[in-house]
């Protein structure tokens, strides 16, 4: 822990006023910081402050501040989420910080997601890439017995730390290449892993990873950024398994387009 | 204007009525399903799994969601499980039993009919959410693990890690997503309902407002269902979602949709306690720990001594000692309630005294510690990234917080409100809880609901309801969104001194002193009194700096804020007017003599329905009798 004293922090902080105005860095001084608060806590703090002056508050996203919805996002010191393990912005508690300290604060900068305003940042991308196949299709009504299949311990943890995925983009602001792989790998992993993910396992991978190729996103070049930033710690050997459900797929999978009606 | 209560439970033994409801109700022809649009308000469990079923069997859905993707809906913070009456686990469950024990839990102020068919369907639950991927925990052998909830003496809880909520709405959202895809769904983001549109008397369409460009806009449909989770945010501090509001409902209500039992709230008993002014949510920690952490406080008032120092014989395990038999895990409201009284007799501990332990220590020694990693790890890294303790070599501090709103919209059988058309689903609506929700039946009424119910009622009501052509152009829409128009101008035109949280805060702290875990005569005088006041001076003297030419976040709270000041104003009513205690309503007036709540059947076997009479008139209540013809009415007891 670095202080149980109140402390003094100065920001910068990223404005843009819409999605076309220019951007800048803007100076601001938070007094009477409790180590004890989150970060958001921080920046409402501040916000009381502008809208007290009159002036408009900063905007940023966040909605469950329990580190599960994904919502939150930001580019703390150069880092998503600011670097911590396993953590989003809305758990870093500013007991991290010292007294005195400067903090950058930035959107997640992708080409894939562009700035609304201030923090805040499109990331609609996220749900067309699940749109394009991120789901098992299983309509209502259908389903047999759930213990009528079974599937293995390690088979389940495993599709388990896939699925922790919660679509903040982190991955995607923290490769160099802006790319979707861990976030989309995950996906694709766990449904993959599990028997029910198999009768469109192929279709899903080529489906969602070439979806993901038109929306902006960049491709994995190995550096592991993501995995290093990512709030649930998804782990890069889901890209790996997405990497060889492509191939498995590319080569062997084909739809004939069919006419024929039927009955 | 006054609506008739009607609940609509059909005819027929309990077994029976819903398939029988089924059978009777009019059905759409897969050919005609697409003439028809829905608009599904909220994203969560409910909204998600409607919008979803919906868009499958062939209706046009339009799915609004306040957040940037439906997929952040406040669901996805359930943390426990969701119960289902498999009898996987051989200890003699039944549909009867999962039925039984959620009405006690909702100390016998919920509708019969709706809590059979919720424990009826919640088997096809489980079901359908395996078939969509959701990796719910496992045995070696591959069958699904289940463990134990409060008020329950059976193991039937399936969970997905501490996150089963989330995996869920995920199984939803993707449900979701493919009908995205294949154009049935047309998904409008970060926008928000600002009212509701009634033509002929029935639901035909919403106003919404793009929160990014800050535009008003109307969209028309058929009928709409309204699933937008639950207004436990009018404390200020709850565990709900920072977007969580009464705003839907509320403007619903004032359109005619009765309000019933505002006053049923859940407050949770495992939360970390609050600790600065600043704060701006509580965290809950799930329900499960308790399968595993001993509740304690010392013997002795204001200890001094730290956890590890006070002997075995100088804790008072008062949980174990007063429910012998239900033990930790007893139900939420009873939980809080013998925390708060532990507090108030000055046995609280950590700096502010408002806390209570919750242990581990005597698990890690029985089971190891790698055991309980694997059960709860998550949960206790999270305690540690907000407190900085480590649960692992102290105990936990933890605090009852507001969790969950059983109130809400009323609705009949078919999930239809007062209003024909405006249909109520999830936390959004009233019926399955009662006055006290047991765990992991939220996430169960959720996808109940959606899932299941309403793509019944919902066709028995298109296919037998007269409905004329209508557009947005209709004066309706115009005076409608007029309405919102002028509200907005006016809190834009306020310019005073105080921003929406400060007012919100001040709400908060009438709502926890006057209107939380205990509620008195005087207290809820003083509250009504006090909220007023506070309401009065908000229309005078709110800051909402800017305008609406973009995106205006202190706009859209202070919007928020506003309904909420209206909302606790009846809460508190609702309090007032309910002479008992019942579930998570406690009225010091009326408690045993070993501070338990005492319910009184003769005078308050009812739900209380609240109608809008306008600006300056008092609201009425109104009552919907709650008949028992399979549960024997019975002192709830957990000891």
Redesign the interface.
């Given at each position: 822990?670095a202080s149980n004293e109140n402390m003094t922090l100065n920001l910068k902080i990223w404005r843009q006023?819409?999605s076309t105005a220019e951007g800048k860095l803007v100076d601001y001084r938070v007094d009477n910081v409790?180590p004890?608060?989150?970060f958001?806590?921080m920046i409402?703090?501040l916000n009381?402050q502008l809208?007290?002056k009159?002036?408009?508050?900063i905007?940023f996203?966040?909605?469950?501040?329990?580190?599960?919805?994904?919502?939150c996002s930001m580019m703390i010191n150069g880092k998503a989420h600011g670097g911590f393990k396993?953590?989003t912005t809305c758990?870093v508690?500013m007991?991290l910080y010292k007294n005195g300290d400067t903090i950058v604060i930035e959107p997640f900068r992708a080409t894939a997601f562009p700035i609304?305003?201030d923090l805040?940042v499109?990331?609609?991308a996220?749900?067309k890439v699940?749109?394009?196949g991120?789901?098992?299709?299983?309509?209502?009504?259908?389903?047999?017995?759930?213990?009528a299949?079974?599937?293995?311990?390690p088979i389940?943890?495993e599709?388990?730390d896939a699925?922790?995925c919660?679509?903040c983009g982190a991955c995607v602001a923290s490769c160099p290449n802006g790319s979707g792989m861990l976030f989309m790998g995950a996906k694709i992993s766990?449904?993959a892993l599990?028997p029910?993910?198999q009768p469109e396992a192929p279709r899903r991978a080529l489906n969602m990873v070439h979806t993901h190729d038109t929306l902006g996103f960049g491709n994995c070049t190995n550096h592991a950024e993501c995995e290093a930033t990512c709030p649930k710690s998804i782990s890069i050997e889901h890209i790996a398994r997405m990497n060889r459900e492509y191939l498995k797929a590319a080569f062997s999978y084909h739809e004939k387009k069919r006419s024929d009606g039927g009955a | 204007m006054t609506f008739k209560l009607d609940p609509k439970i059909p005819e027929g033994p309990l077994s029976e009525k819903w398939s029988k409801h089924k059978f009777e109700s009019k059905r759409v022809n897969p050919a005609n399903k697409r003439k028809f649009t829905v608009i599904v308000v909220g994203t969560g469990l409910a909204g998600g799994?409607a919008a979803?079923?919906l868009a499958?069997l062939g209706y046009n859905v339009l799915s609004f969601c306040i957040?940037?993707?439906?997929?952040?809906a406040?669901s996805?913070?359930a943390q426990g499980g969701i119960n289902g009456a498999?009898n996987?686990t051989n200890d003699g469950d039944s549909v009867k039993n999962l039925f039984y024990d959620t009405i006690k839990g909702g100390d016998y102020r919920s509708r019969e009919a709706n809590v059979y068919r919720l424990a009826e369907v919640a088997n096809?639950i489980?079901?359908?959410?395996?078939?969509?991927?959701?990796?719910?925990?496992?045995?070696?052998?591959?069958?699904?693990d289940n463990r134990s909830f409060g008020g329950a003496q059976v193991s039937r809880t399936?969970y997905?890690?501490g996150?089963t909520?989330?995996?869920l709405l995920?199984g939803a959202?993707?449900?979701m997503?493919?009908m995205?895809?294949k154009g049935k769904i047309k998904?409008y983001?970060r926008r928000e309902m600002m009212d509701l549109v009634t033509i002929n008397g029935k639901a035909r369409g919403i106003i919404v407002r793009n929160l990014?460009t800050g535009e008003l806009e109307r969209y028309a449909a058929d009928a709409v269902l309204l699933c937008t989770g639950g207004y436990g945010n009018v404390f200020y501090l709850s565990?709900n979602?920072?977007?969580s509001n009464v705003t839907a409902s509320w403007r619903c209500y004032k359109r005619g949709a009765g309000f019933a039992n505002p006053c049923f709230t859940q407050i949770h008993p495992t939360c970390i306690p609050v600790?600065?002014d600043?704060?701006?949510?509580l965290?809950?920690m799930s329900e499960s720990l308790r399968n595993d952490g001993r509740v304690w406080v010392p013997k002795k008032e204001n200890d001094p001594r730290k956890p590890a120092d006070i002997p075995e014989e100088e804790r008072d395990y008062y949980l174990e000692r007063i429910y012998p038999s239900f033990g930790n895990l007893a139900p939420r409201d009873v939980s809080s309630r013998q925390a708060k009284f532990r507090c108030d007799e000055g046995k609280g501990v950590g700096p502010t005294k408002q806390a209570v332990y919750l242990d581990f220590r005597d698990a890690i020694k029985r089971d190891g510690l790698e055991t309980i990693a694997g059960r709860y790890g998550n949960l206790f890294?999270?305690y540690e990234?907000?407190t900085?303790d480590d649960p692992y070599k102290t105990p936990m501090m933890i605090f009852p917080a507001v969790h969950y709103t059983m109130g809400g919209l009323w609705v009949d059988y078919n999930l239809m409100s007062t209003i024909p058309g405006l249909h109520v689903l999830g936390e959004a609506n009233f019926s399955d809880h009662g006055a006290n929700r047991l765990g992991a039946s939220a996430l169960m009424q959720g996808l109940a609901d959606g899932?299941?119910v309403i793509?019944y009622t919902l066709s028995n009501y298109l296919a037998s309801t007269p409905l004329e052509q209508v557009t947005t152009e209709d004066n309706a829409f115009k005076d409608a969104e007029e309405a919102v128009k002028i509200q907005t101008n006016k809190l834009l035109a306020i310019?005073g001194k105080k921003?929406a949280?400060?007012f919100h805060k001040q709400l908060g702290h009438y709502m926890w002193d006057y209107v939380g875990m205990s509620r008195s005569e005087a207290g809820l005088k003083k509250a009504i009194d006090g909220i007023r006041k506070l309401k009065e001076e908000f229309w005078q003297n709110v800051?909402v700096?800017?305008d609406t030419s973009?995106?205006n976040?202190?706009l859209h709270k202070a919007a928020r804020v506003a309904d909420f000041i209206e909302l606790g104003e009846l809460m508190a009513l609702d309090a007032l007017e309910r002479n008992e205690s019942c579930g998570g309503h406690f009225r010091e007036e009326y408690q045993t003599s070993d501070n338990e709540a005492k319910r009184d059947d003769e005078k308050f076997t009812h739900a209380a329905v609240w109608e809008y009479t306008g600006v300056n008139s008092s609201p009425v209540r109104h009552t919907e009798e709650l008949k028992f013809e399979n549960v024997k009415l019975a002192t709830r007891s957990y000891k």
């Open positions: 822990m006023s819409n409790s004890d608060m989150s958001l806590e409402d703090v009381e809208i007290n009159g002036e408009d508050r905007a996203d966040h909605d469950c501040r329990e580190g599960i919805c994904g919502m396993s953590t758990q508690h007991r609304i305003k805040t499109n990331r609609g996220i749900d699940m749109a394009a991120g789901y098992i299709s299983a309509s209502t009504g259908n389903a047999p017995d759930a213990n299949m079974l599937i293995p311990k389940a943890d599709a388990m699925a922790a919660i679509g766990q449904l599990l029910q993910g | 799994s979803a079923t499958e957040q940037d993707t439906p997929r952040r406040h996805i913070a498999k996987y096809n489980i079901d359908q959410m395996v078939s969509q991927g959701v990796p719910f925990a496992r045995e070696y052998g591959g069958y699904l399936f997905a890690r996150q909520g989330q995996q995920l959202y993707s449900g997503m493919k995205v895809a998904q983001i990014v565990t979602a920072q977007h600790h600065g600043y704060q701006s949510k965290t809950l890294e999270m990234r907000i900085a899932y299941f793509p310019k921003s949280s400060e800051n700096p800017g973009n995106y976040l202190e």
